[in-house]
């Protein structure tokens, strides 16, 4: 029974899993642009998953037994294969369609704050929304909004931003022994709460920051410290006698600015040797801000495609080689390919041949020096 | 004269009590059934083609068949009396008046399904509903037709009242074990289905008030006798509430050969439309069905008569169809305004909306923010183009079918009464003051006259 493989196609691509394994793992078998994206699902957190729609896929084919496609589109984290099934994700209309709808959903009452939210950088759903979104929003009402909250000393909840993923109740319900974090009211003005008004105080709670796909849930202690980008993650250890103390840390320069458990390139927390996962406690996510409090043992892997690795790494690590010609030449990540459509950002002009740091007028058509750079020399 | 197997003895006095439903023949049916076996009760279910009367119409037979049993796990039976869908209030008849029909169809289920400890789940606003079912279990109990050892068959069963918090969603069957469970009324995903893991994670069904009540008179003639009452797929006879623009409001036994027409204009039933109205819309079967305009009720797109069965009423799909749903039989007459109503609706789904899947929780929100818009003059004519793109994406992405029930009111509105849509946005002002009316949608009668 255990060595039994199922035979399950993703977008054209087959893969053989072990029976009981969900479409989105059988797809990130896979990798790259076919692995459905996820807002609520964490291979981590039992029972998580099915809420936000974002992993909808097509079933064209049932299993080998019943071939008759699934009559909906189904949630891919919560659907386990059957041996022969087929899936579409990228590959079907109707899928980027949903797909599209559903971000527009979840961007309908999150606020554009991006520009100061800790988040930016790093969050899901700006990943998604830049794969999934349209250029404007047809919503035009007030958006809901809530009060920002103070959940223990290192937590803040900005339920504003908040887009119900319950990553954060199952995190809290799993890894601390008492429930004290759950979900008030329903509908669009249903908010996560604690019960009520009471501090996350347990030793493990820091882990929901890292959990919560958006800039809902953010360190206090990291809090408009630093932008995510500007910061270098490396990892690091400690001996610590909670938690298996390995962590990633965001320096700039010398300084930790934060701390933050090791993620994968899904956003989850990664899992240890012993297969349990690598969640940290408070004491080394909030109190232990040096370096000399840690054993570094080398800059994180980044993903080149990452927004984190800019300016950071000449060796940056390449992504999966893509999955183009596999999946009918779509590549829903490449929205507009920038130096076809701007005039200003010519390929063909050589960084290093310009004097000084570049200003756009260095890149405008029949001009080799800009009025604006000379008004920024007399400005000197 | 049409059957009826429900509300026969509905018009008895005192029926509610014990002795004068056991004096007309109450309870012949558990003494009956208790003497056949658990698969011979399911034989005849599946026999008589019941379907259930909770809105979906999924055969009652198939889904007991359906029930896991594995050894030494208890299993459950579960009545849904969550009957909060606008428009439908045909199981609150039954509890309240004839409590011990419902009774006597949950100790047969039960037995039949192995169910020990049943439950029944009620709507939180029929705040006075769990005393009366509760006296008629006590009556039930100290008569020896619940408690241990029933009938000398060593059966036993409980039956318990749990009054819910007054949540649309709690009808869904998953939200509402969550919430028996004592949990936030959430739906769960599908699968597992509550037949494998439903109450406390042991095999579960959850039926209809409606539903259970009819085992009882299929017990009583044979399964087989009570697929013969019907047409085609529809048997048996259906409870309808009949509401609005209507003479005679109020829930009425039907036989499914009746035809629509019939229904509401015969003094029988409905008794037509006061004050001289015409015609202009129905919902046939709660809020949650599409709504069909007058020109499409009677007749089919065919030209065939519409009747009140689950084929017929379904007849043409969503284009010029609805469904027959969970008999909450919603009249308008001309001078009903579609998007107003359309629009309380979509309020209504807005509000019941649990707010765990996206879809459903952003979408029905901003369906009512723009009717709500359209129907007070402030609307654009894209808008009416976005609402039906909004219910598109929402139809079928969502965990549950309240996002379904959500999306169809709208889609079928604005399907059929598009015109009064955009008189709406071309006529902020006038709209205001007047309705839009009959249209021209002619009310079908007039036209054969």
């Known amino acids: 029974m255990s060595d039994q493989k199922f035979k399950v196609t993703i977008d054209n691509i087959t893969v053989e899993v072990a029976p009981g394994t969900t479409i989105v793992q059988a797809a990130r078998l896979i990798g790259g642009d076919v692995v459905p994206p996820t807002m609520c699902y964490y ?50 209309d109707k899928v980027l369609d949903a797909r599209k709808g559903v971000t527009e959903f979840l961007l309908l009452n999150h606020p554009l704050d991006c520009p100061v939210c800790d988040q930016a950088g790093e969050c899901d759903l700006q990943n998604l929304s830049y794969e999934h979104g349209a250029a404007s929003t047809r919503y035009d009402f007030k958006r809901r909004t ?95 006698p909670t938690c298996s103390g390995r962590v990633r840390l965001w320096m700039r320069g010398d300084e930790v600015f934060r701390v933050t458990a090791r993620k994968d390139e899904y956003g989850e927390v990664e899992s240890l040797e012993n297969g349990k996962t690598a969640w940290i406690c408070n004491t080394c996510r909030f109190e232990k801000k040096e370096t000399k409090d840690w054993v570094i043992e080398g800059p994180t892997k980044v993903n080149r495609h990452s927004v984190i690795s800019q300016g950071h790494y000449v060796n940056a690590v390449n992504g999966q080689p893509k999955l183009i010609n596999d999946v009918i030449g779509k590549d829903p990540k490449l929205l507009l390919d920038i130096h076809k459509i701007s005039d200003v950002n010519r390929p063909e002009i050589d960084l290093s041949q310009i004097e000084g740091p570049a200003h756009s007028d260095d890149f405008l058509p029949n001009q080799s020096t800009g009025t604006m750079k000379q008004i920024g020399k007399l400005g000197e | 004269m049409a059957v009826k197997l429900l509300l026969d003895k509905a018009h008895i006095e005192g029926i509610r009590y014990y002795d004068t439903w056991r004096k007309n023949g109450g309870y012949t049916a558990v003494e009956k059934a208790l003497k056949m076996t658990p698969d011979e009760i399911v034989e005849e279910v599946k026999k008589s083609g019941l379907r259930g009367r909770g809105g979906a119409g999924f055969p009652t037979g198939m889904k007991w068949s359906f029930l896991a049993k594995p050894e030494g796990v208890p299993r459950h039976l579960v009545c849904n009396a969550d009957e909060s869908e606008p428009g439908t209030f045909k199981d609150r008849y039954l509890m309240e ?61 409980e039956i318990y009242v749990q009054r819910g918090g007054g949540a649309y969603i709690c009808g869904e069957e998953t939200a509402l074990i969550e919430s028996l469970e004592g949990k936030r009324g959430n739906p769960r995903l599908k699968p597992p289905f509550p037949a494998v893991q439903g109450l406390w994670m042991r095999p579960t069904v959850v039926n209809n008030v ?64 006061p004050n001289g109205k015409r015609l202009k819309a129905c919902i046939p079967g709660g809020s949650s069905v599409p709504i069909v305009p007058a020109n499409l009720l009677f007749k089919t797109a065919k030209g065939e008569t519409r009747y009140m069965n689950y084929e017929s009423l379904s007849d043409g799909g969503f284009a010029t169809g609805t469904m027959l749903g969970s008999g909450g039989f919603i009249v308008l007459d001309e001078d009903q305004c579609v998007v107003r109503h359309t629009m309380s609706l979509a309020h209504f789904y807005n509000h019941e909306s ?96």
């Open chain 1, 43 to 92: 291979s981590k957190l039992e029972g998580s998953g099915g809420k936000c729609r974002t992993c909808l896929v097509e079933v064209s084919k049932g299993s080998e037994k019943d071939p008759r496609p699934m009559p909906k589109l189904v949630a891919s984290c919560r659907t386990t294969v059957m041996d022969g099934m087929e899936v579409k994700s990228i590959t079907s």
């Open chain 1, 146 to 240: 809530f009060e920002k909250e103070d959940i223990g000393p290192y937590i803040q909840l900005h339920m504003t931003r908040c887009i119900l993923c319950y990553r954060c109740v199952y995190t809290a319900n799993q890894l601390t022994d008492k429930r004290e974090h759950g979900v008030l009211d329903r509908g669009d003005h249903s908010a996560i709460s604690t019960c009520i008004g009471k501090a996350l105080d347990n030793e493990f709670i820091g882990n929901v920051i890292d959990v919560c796909p958006v800039g809902a849930l953010t360190d206090k202690t990291f809090r408009f410290k630093n932008r995510v980008w500007f910061t270098k993650p490396v990892d690091a250890h400690r001996d610590c």
């Open chain 2, 97 to 157: 008046f004839i409590p011990h029909l419902l009774i006597e169809g949950l100790i047969i289920s039960s037995f039949a399904l192995g169910s020990s400890a049943t439950y029944i789940y009620i709507r939180g606003e029929y705040a006075w509903i769990p005393d009366i079912l509760e006296e008629a279990i006590a009556e039930a109990k100290a008569n020896g037709w619940l408690g241990k050892n029933i009938l000398g068959t060593g059966f036993d069963c």
């Open chain 2, 210 to 273: 409606e539903t259970l009540a009819a085992v009882v008179p299929i017990i009583n003639m044979g399964g087989e006798e009570y697929g013969k009452i019907g047409v085609g797929r529809s048997t048996g006879t259906k409870l309808i509430s009949a509401c609005g623009n209507i003479n005679k409001p109020g829930v009425y036994e039907i036989n499914f050969d009746l035809s629509v027409e019939e229904f509401i204009y015969s003094d029988e039933y409905c008794g037509g439309i």
């Open chain 2, 354 to 449: 649990c707010g765990q899947c996206s879809p459903c929780r952003e979408g029905t929100g901003w369906m009512y923010k723009i009717l709500k818009n359209i129907e007070y003059g402030k609307g654009k004519m894209s808008d009416i183009d976005l609402l039906w793109d909004i219910q598109r994406r929402i139809e079928g992405n969502t965990i549950c079918p309240l996002g379904d029930a959500a999306a169809w009111p709208v889609a079928a509105a604005i399907r059929h009464f598009r015109d009064e849509f955009e008189w709406h946005v071309l006529n902020p002002e006038e709209s205001q003051t007047r309705n839009y009316g009959i249209a021209h949608y002619a009310d079908p009668r007039e036209v054969v006259a």
